[in-house]
């Protein structure tokens, strides 16, 4: 089992989510994050006043899949994500070395088996 963990721009998010669906992925969590990186911040304007941006707003979203999944996904992140500038994020994947569904007790992949309601 593995996490992925992307940052990325958040007028991409629906395109990862729907490009995710599409290899049958629908189980994520997303977060609003702030952060810079080779960007470096900017400078803002507001009403004749200066100020720097040293963070801008990202979107962190993690997900977990078994192996089999695992290249599918990024694949799916990365066509989605990419615009080719600056800012558009970071991508990894942390083994897990546990996990399991609260609800049921179910443990390693089943855990994280869709679930029909």
């Known amino acids: ?12 998010l629906g395109d990862v989510k729907e490009s995710l669906a599409e290899f049958g992925l629908t189980g ?25 941006v040293d963070f801008l707003p990202k979107i962190k979203v993690e997900l977990v899949v078994d192996a089999e999944q695992l290249e599918s996904a990024l694949d799916a992140i990365r066509s989605a994500a990419r615009t080719g500038e600056i800012g558009d994020g970071k991508l990894w994947v942390t083994a897990l070395a546990h996990v399991e569904r609260l609800r049921t007790g179910e443990k390693g992949p089943a855990a994280v088996a869709q679930v029909t309601v």
Not at 28 to 52: C, D, K, M, P
């Open 1 to 12: 089992m593995n996490l992925i963990t992307a940052i990325i721009q958040p007028a991409k």
């Open 28 to 52: 994520l969590t997303v977060t609003e994050v702030a952060g810079h990186g080779a960007q470096g911040g900017s400078t803002e304007y507001y009403r004749g006043t200066a100020y720097r």
